[in-house]
């Protein structure tokens, strides 16, 4: 074959590659699909919810009341997506709703002891909805009973919806202006990302998670989450007291029913507590570090979710407080222990015990924390 030949051979297979790559890269990006639908109405507005799906069918559901994550699909081990965390049909269900299904808290999560907290020099009196005693999960109305407004983005292989609120100056005894905003996207390797961002005009607290309650078994299953087998990368966690409230302690896990360091069944202890784990953990991490702070596999669909955060904490729940009086989506209802929560977060009670890491956040500096669910079939 003369030069020009081959020449010709190697410019054909150059272009034939290009395109083959272009090709296969649109269509890795056209396959994180973006779909909006009205999920209902409140004050005579429609409030929006996002579909995205990726092209391993995976998909999630989104909408703008309480920047809820609704609905979470993935594939089991033959290929059927099982809607893995627990909610409602409808909005009204979330309207009522007290257990903070999927919902985005804010603006400080989990308790605050007493109700109130002091910061440079000055107190703050802030609702007590715990039982009357404590604030919990940013108080009477919270972020998860706000309407956030909503916007679609879309990067490369991956898209997703970008949900932001302005949280007064004194909304729930908080001070500050609080500008806050949370993207989730979703992957085409599987990963849900859910980004906090938030900035304010005076110092205030700021601790915001994703409260959802995840059954790797479905979430209209009769299968508690007991044989679900976890491993959290903390060798130490937050005691508390009676009213849940950090003590200020750091103790480590290891001969106690806390130490899930090596990977075993979420059921093999919780007898020894009482009504269960509901818990902080102090994660093996730096600050601000992007890491796998808990991994969690389901024998029976055989799928398994990683979590990574930035954040120093993550409160492990196991659904203590469900009591099967709220019907579900699938119309299944949800019993004690049908669903764990992992709450990646700063310590509760933070603003109040000064060993803890600071959760201030002042005028000129930014709230930057992420979450990342990865799922995979084992």
Same mark, same amino acid.
């Given at each position: 074959?003369?030069?020009? $030949? ?20 649109? $269509? ?95 107190? &703050?009196?802030?609702?007590?909805? !715990? ?12 972020? @998860? ?34 500008? #806050?905003?949370?993207? &989730? ?10 980004? &906090? ?19 790797? @078994? ?5 299968? !508690? ?12 966690? #937050?005691?508390?007291?009676? @009213? ?10 290891? !001969? ?31 600050? !601000? ?7 969690? &596999?389901?024998?029976? #669909? ?65 709230? @930057? ?10």
């Amino acid at each position: 074959m003369g030069s020009k $030949a081959i020449n010709k051979a190697l410019r054909f297979i150059l272009i034939f590659l290009f395109i083959s790559r272009m090709i296969s890269g649109g $269509a890795l990006m056209s396959q994180v699909k973006v779909e909006q639908s009205v999920f209902g109405t409140l004050n005579g507005k429609n409030v929006r919810m996002y579909t995205l799906t990726n092209s391993n069918g995976l998909s999630a559901e989104i909408i703008e009341y309480g920047a809820i994550l609704k609905s979470l699909k993935v594939p089991d081990k033959e290929g059927n997506p099982i809607d893995i965390v627990l909610g409602y049909d409808s909005l009204e269900g979330y309207l009522k709703d007290t257990f903070y299904f999927g919902a985005t808290i804010g603006r400080y999560a989990n308790r605050i002891a007493n109700g109130e907290f002091r910061l440079d020099g000055k107190t &703050y009196k802030l609702a007590k909805n !715990d039982n009357n005693i404590n604030h919990l999960h940013g108080g009477n109305k919270g972020f @998860n009973k706000r309407l956030w407004n909503s916007e679609v983005i879309k990067k490369e292989n991956k898209s997703g919806v970008k949900l932001t609120y302005l949280s007064k100056d004194m909304e729930e005894g908080y001070p500050g202006n609080l500008k #806050t905003e949370v993207i &989730y996207t979703l992957t085409n390797d599987n990963r849900l990302e859910i980004a &906090y961002k938030a900035t304010t005009d005076k110092a205030n607290v700021v601790n915001l998670t994703n409260h959802s309650y995840f059954n790797l @078994n479905g979430e209209g299953s009769k299968t !508690d989450i007991l044989d679900h087998i976890i491993k959290i990368n903390a060798k130490f966690y #937050t005691p508390v007291n009676d @009213n849940l409230i950090p003590t200020g302690e750091i103790l480590k896990v290891v !001969d106690t029913p806390f130490d899930f360091t090596s990977p075993h069944a979420i059921g093999k202890n919780i007898e020894k507590l009482d009504p269960g784990y509901d818990h902080n953990y102090v994660l093996d991490k730096l600050q !601000d570090e992007l890491a796998l702070a808990a991994s969690v &596999y389901d024998p029976d #669909t055989h799928i398994k979710m990683k979590l990574y955060t930035t954040q120093p904490g993550v409160q492990f729940y196991t659904g203590n407080f469900l009591d099967g009086n709220m019907s579900g989506k699938s119309g299944m209802h949800y019993n004690k222990h049908s669903a764990f929560c992992l709450e990646p977060q700063h310590f509760p009670n933070t603003p109040n015990i000064g060993h803890f890491p600071s959760a201030v956040l002042r005028p000129n500096d930014t709230y @930057n924390q992420k979450i990342i669910y990865e799922f995979e079939l084992k």
